[in-house]
């Protein structure tokens, strides 16, 4: 049942990255040819727009990138596109196995800076009473 499920978890990402990267490699096209094709006398054309257009386009790409890679950083054996050689990819599937044996929870998310920050929630009991 569980690996049913992970199949279908990873059928839909899949489907909705498709969905979602779609129009942004339409745009990106669009733009890049009105780009290509500047004439120095269409002087009414918005070059600045198209500029912006294509800058703005790579940004969001790079967002979905990185949020769609998020959805699988859990997963045993994964490795990030950008990641350096070495390692097996264990890692974190590793420790989040461990933090929710022991009732916890972690949790994955972009830094804005780069990189990703990691959360790791444990529950917290009291001690028994020693007499």
């Known amino acids: 049942m569980a690996e049913e499920s992970e199949r279908l978890n990873k059928t839909l990402l899949d489907s909705i990255s ?57 997963d045993r054996f994964y490795r990030a596109p950008s990641a350096p050689t070495g390692g097996t990819g264990l890692g974190l599937a590793i420790a989040k196995g461990f933090v929710e044996a022991q009732g916890g ?5 972009n830094r804005p800076g780069g990189g990703a920050a990691f959360r790791i929630r444990l529950p917290i009991s009291k ?4 007499s």
Not at 105 to 109: F, G, I, P, S
Not at 127 to 130: A, I, L
């Open 105 to 109: 929870q972690v949790e994955a998310a």
């Open 18 to 74: 498709h969905e979602i990267r779609t129009p942004i490699a339409v745009i990106t096209t669009v733009a890049g040819t009105l780009n290509a094709a500047r004439d120095p006398s269409l002087t009414q054309v918005p070059w600045a727009m198209i500029d912006e257009i294509q800058e703005a386009t790579r940004r969001l790409n790079r967002l979905v990138g990185n949020l769609l890679n998020m959805t699988f950083i859990f």
């Open 127 to 130: 001690s028994p009473t020693v």
